[in-house]
């Protein structure tokens, strides 16, 4: 863990939070309790859960606590790759802005958790911080096993406006992981990843579903526990980063490595990537129905409950209508 990121998991900024203890070695049938423990969980609370009440906040920080996977990104077992295979995955364009967005997810989660004073919220987002620099060492391991060549990292410094960072993060993953786990159902379909680092993969995946999960509830209560007269505000910084979100993805950023060398990178890559996945013509109605089945499934084992994302679900289903729509006309 970078040194920046270490220390807001230190007592006086984020206080009461330890970071888990990981096992050194991986044993396979307590690997696969804890893969089920992560995917399912239902709270023992009788009835509705109002949302933004203390119940509904003690639960969300509960199921955050008994879903957490203890896996140790130094013990995983990359498989060999063929030179084929070796090749596709190396030369997807996603490995530079994937390290570096976990870099940011980190330091942003982590400075906002600090800033919370309710300590069951603070605990879940420390944890879910925690969580996201782990990603970032899964993949460095992954980048030093098969030899990808990343740019230099630029800085991480801490964002002034807390709320604001965690709001652009959230949301970012809210809108990545539901076309991620489109893509990386369609590559296990097509083969593009083999068997082996699919599963290599797939905790992490799930571990992407619980965090947005996290967002979508703190994100709830959050709203329902602010005064009447904050809440006109915070609903324009939630636009405010909408808008954000869509020009980043509207073409290509350009930002600066480590070195000072400007670099250009495909913040869209989960939304157009389909066809680096498979060698099978996609269509953009097929791949939506897929990142919708996907999105179900993976949230299908959390107590309903709960919240999930709704924006993109939402949003890709008015896409589908509007595509039947526009087929029928032109018959």
Not at 51 to 76: C, L, Q, W
Not at 108 to 121: E, I, K, Q
Not at 167 to 174: A, I, K
Not at 274 to 289: C, F, K, P, T
Request: hydrophobic share 40%; glycine share 4%; proline share 6%.
């Amino acid at each position: 863990m970078s040194a920046a990121v270490d220390d807001f998991f230190t007592e006086s900024h984020v206080p009461g939070f330890v970071p888990p203890v990981l096992p050194n070695e991986r044993h396979q049938d307590a690997m696969d309790r804890a893969d089920r423990t992560a995917r399912h969980w239902q709270s023992k609370v009788q009835g509705k859960i109002r949302i933004g009440s203390d119940v509904h906040k003690a639960e969300v920080h509960r199921m955050f606590a008994e879903t957490f996977n203890p896996y140790r990104p130094s013990v995983i077992p990359w498989p060999k790759l063929d030179a084929e295979t070796l090749h596709r995955i190396t030369s997807l364009p996603i490995w530079d802005i994937a390290v570096e967005t976990e870099g940011k997810a980190r330091l942003r989660m982590a400075a906002y958790a600090g800033d919370l004073r309710d300590p069951d919220m603070r605990m879940a987002l420390a944890l879910n911080a925690w969580e996201e620099n782990r990603h970032k060492d899964v993949l460095s391991k992954l980048v030093q096993a098969y030899d990808i060549p990343l740019a230099v990292e630029p800085p991480y410094i801490k964002p002034k406006d807390t709320e604001w960072a965690y709001l652009v993060t959230g949301f970012s993953e809210c809108v990545d992981s539901f076309f991620a786990f489109g893509l990386f159902e369609v590559a296990k379909r097509s083969g593009f990843f083999p068997p082996e680092l699919i599963e290599t993969f797939e905790p992490v995946m799930q571990e992407e579903c619980r965090h947005i999960l996290l967002f979508a509830n703190w994100l709830a209560w959050h709203r329902a526990r602010l005064p009447f007269y904050k809440r006109p505000w915070f609903e324009l910084r939630v636009w405010a980063v909408w808008v954000f979100l869509g020009y980043e993805r509207v073409g290509l950023a350009r930002s600066m490595d480590g070195e000072g060398k400007e670099r250009t990178q495909d913040n869209n890559f989960t939304v157009t990537g389909a066809q680096s996945m498979s060698n099978v013509e996609i269509e953009i109605g097929e791949l939506m129905q897929i990142c919708l089945a996907e999105n179900d499934r993976r949230f299908s084992g959390y107590d309903t409950r709960l919240l999930r994302p709704t924006t993109m679900p939402a949003l890709t289903r008015l896409a589908i209508r509007v595509m039947k729509m526009m087929k029928r006309k032109k018959k």
